[in-house]
């Protein structure tokens, strides 16, 4: 079916201890076509960061939600990670015609459109390819700001994964009010009273 208005959807962000969860929705114009996507774990952070540039000024319609730290730690992650879905959809300045997400679970939408998961859909789908990479660049940046105010985590190196640094700056420091109070890692601490200073 020509002139479908096809919009892929992804998320960036469920692993980390810190930080929201992100999620982007990207209707790709046909008439302005971007090589090189691919999911964006596959691709470097300057290859990521120059797509992101592409896709911002070529697709027809992108848009980037989140759901908050602590949204994630009332609902748990799968749940946040749907809602900041569903958010970036509605977020859209042109209806898509059909939405595919990537992974096995869709959002329940805010406008009746078909939906579909696709697993692997990073990889075989260029607009959730195109969606994969804005969540995960804008996600970065967030980290990268968060780094700023929180210095002692290094949160612009390990964008907030549970690396050794992290979990032995968790350790050293207690959690901050930015940490994800329902991660093992985190509950543990604060269970022991363990928060920041």
């Known amino acids: 079916m020509s002139g479908l208005l096809l919009c892929g959807v992804d998320e960036a ?3 980390p201890l810190a930080g929201a969860v992100f999620a982007a929705a990207v209707i790709l114009d046909p008439a302005h076509p971007i090589a090189g996507l691919a999911d964006s774990k596959k691709l470097s952070e300057a290859r990521r960061d120059a797509l992101a540039i592409e896709i911002r000024q070529h697709a027809l319609a992108w848009s980037i939600a989140t759901a ?6 009332q609902i748990n992650i799968l ?16 209806r898509p015609d059909k939405v595919e997400v990537d992974g096995n679970r869709v ?15 990073d ?8 969606a994969s990479i804005l969540a995960k ?4 940046a967030e980290l990268v700001a968060l780094d700023a105010e929180w210095p002692c985590y290094g949160f612009a190196q390990h964008k907030g994964y549970p690396t050794a640094a992290h979990l032995a700056a968790l350790a050293q420091f207690g959690a901050s009010p930015v940490h994800r109070q329902s991660f093992g890692p985190v ?3 604060l269970a022991q009273g363990r928060l920041f200073g």
Request: charged share 20%; hydrophobic share 55%.
């Open 13 to 15: 962000g469920r692993g």
């Open 68 to 73: 908050s730290v602590a949204e994630i730690d």
């Open 187 to 189: 509950k543990r601490l």
């Open 107 to 121: 959002p329940t939408l805010t406008i009746a459109v078909p939906v579909e998961a696709i697993v692997k859909g």
């Open 137 to 140: 660049t804008a996600r970065d």
């Open 79 to 94: 749940q946040a990670s749907l809602l900041a879905m569903s958010r970036a959809v509605a977020g859209l300045s042109v």
């Open 123 to 130: 990889a075989k789908v260029a607009a959730i390819s195109a």
